[in-house]
C-alpha cells in the first residue's frame, strides 16, 4: 500500500510559478511509474505529467516547455515545477503512482494509476 501527501499548491498570478511536491510513504525497489493529473471544475480528470522507474518523462501538450516533472527516490518525493501559469492551469492537482516497470508510463490513463493523493488546489489569477 503506498500513500501520497502533495503539497505546494496554492494562488498565484499569471506568468507566476509554482512546485508541486507528492511525498510517498514507500516506493518499494522504485517499480512505481509516478505522475500528476488534474482536474477543473465540471471537467474531467487529465494527465500532467509521467514519470517512469526509467526515468523517461511525459508531459501533456497543454504544458511541455512549462511544466517539469522530477522524482527523488531517496526522499521518496515526486515533483512537479509549474512556470509561466495560466489561468487554464487553474485546477486541482493529484499525484499518482502505480506498479509498472516499463520504460515510458506516458501512455498511462487515470484508471491505470492505483494510488492517488487527495489533492492539492492551484489557483492561477489573471
Known amino acids: 500500500q503506498v500513500q501520497l501527501v502533495e503539497s505546494g499548491g496554492g494562488s498565484v498570478q499569471a506568468g507566476g510559478s509554482l512546485r508541486l511536491s507528492c511525498a510517498a510513504s514507500?516506493?518499494?525497489?522504485?517499480?512505481?511509474?509516478m505522475g500528476w493529473f488534474r482536474q477543473a471544475p465540471g471537467k474531467e480528470r487529465d494527465r500532467v505529467a509521467t514519470?517512469?522507474?526509467?526515468?523517461?518523462?511525459g508531459y501533456a501538450d497543454s504544458v511541455k516547455g512549462r511544466f517539469t516533472i522530477s522524482r527523488d527516490n531517496a526522499k521518496n518525493t515526486l515533483y512537479l515545477q509549474m512556470n509561466s501559469l495560466t489561468p487554464e492551469d487553474t485546477a486541482m492537482y493529484y499525484c499518482?503512482?502505480?506498479?509498472?516497470?516499463?520504460?515510458?508510463?506516458?501512455?498511462?490513463?487515470?484508471?491505470?494509476?492505483?494510488?492517488w493523493g487527495q489533492g492539492t488546489q492551484v489557483t492561477v489569477d489573471s
Open positions: 514519470y517512469s522507474v526509467a526515468g523517461t518523462t
Open positions: 514507500a516506493i518499494a525497489n522504485g517499480i512505481y511509474c
Open positions: 499518482a503512482a502505480e506498479h509498472y516497470r516499463g520504460i515510458s508510463c506516458g501512455d498511462k490513463k487515470e484508471a491505470d494509476f492505483r494510488y
